[in-house]
């Protein structure tokens, strides 16, 4: 059988988001989305995931671009001038790997956004992280380590197919490892990951294609749909079309197409 999580990320970032998040689960084809558990509106998000028990909630970690629950003065390394998480990716990942200050840091960080998700009521479903930085050995590892504490039965592995050149080079021994890693500790994982490549631009088209390409596995496809814009908007997402990714998601051709191809929707607790 053909089984496809359809997941929002940044659940929480906006009411924009949080709009879209739940009028694509309750009248298009979303059936998952990935909770900043730090961002302004992520009570909010919550108030509206307690409505909707069919959408799989999980927990998108966040430790670039975006908002800390620690104290910034408790976590000195990760941060900016600003109190917000430095969005140096590559300075930041040797950083994680080689001081042991700044994974002390860390793993308080980490620790932080579960007990947050945890104190919402809401089951589990799945774990990410914010530019998927649960690729690095070092966070894949914290979060292995303080996730089964709290219940953590799923991951999200960020192998899209579709992603070539030298970065799909780059990544692809980091993905068999992190896979290996998975299966090692009993987490559960998606077969490939789809959306990556089409982040920020993610049309009825584009999607379509996606949905009548689809094999018969467990694929999961990403997606970071809005109402509209908003304020604050990370520098790096002002040309991202997260109102056409929106639209896609309750195109009537869309969801057509799922019906027509087969698939069954599901979120990451229906993984076996």
């Not at 990320?9 to 694509?24: L, Y």
Request: aromatic letters at 6%; charged letters at 25%.
């Amino acid at each position: 059988m053909k089984r496809l999580i359809v997941t929002a990320d940044d659940f929480g970032i906006s009411r924009e988001v949080n709009e879209a998040v739940e009028t694509a689960h309750r009248f298009g084809i979303l059936s998952a989305t990935s909770l900043m558990v730090g961002e302004t509106f992520a009570a909010d998000a919550v108030g509206r995931a307690r409505k909707m028990p069919d959408l799989g909630v999980g927990l998108h970690v966040a430790l670039s671009r975006a908002i800390p629950l620690s104290p910034p003065a408790k976590i000195p390394d990760l941060v900016d001038t600003n109190g917000l998480f430095k969005a140096d990716l590559v300075a930041s990942g040797f950083r994680f790997f080689f001081l042991p200050r700044v994974r002390r840091q860390l793993a308080r960080e980490i620790e932080a956004q579960f007990k947050a998700f945890a104190k919402t009521g809401l089951d589990l479903d799945h774990v990410n992280a914010h530019n998927h930085l649960h690729l690095h050995p070092t966070i894949l590892s914290l979060i292995l380590r303080i996730g089964k504490f709290h219940g953590m039965r799923a991951i999200r592995l960020p192998l899209d197919p579709r992603v070539q050149g030298l970065g799909a080079v780059f990544l692809r021994p980091w993905l068999k490892l992190m896979k290996t890693r998975l299966r090692r500790h009993g987490i559960r994982h998606n077969d490939v990951l789809l959306g990556l490549a089409d982040t920020g631009h993610l049309d009825s088209k584009t999607l379509i294609s996606l949905i009548e390409g689809l094999s018969e596995q467990t694929a999961e496809l990403m997606c970071h749909p809005a109402t509209g814009s908003w304020a604050h908007m990370d520098p790096l997402a002002r040309n991202f079309r997260h109102d056409l990714e929106f639209a896609a998601l309750i195109d009537a051709a869309a969801i057509a197409a799922i019906h027509d191809q087969g698939i069954k929707l599901i979120a990451y607790r229906d993984l076996k």
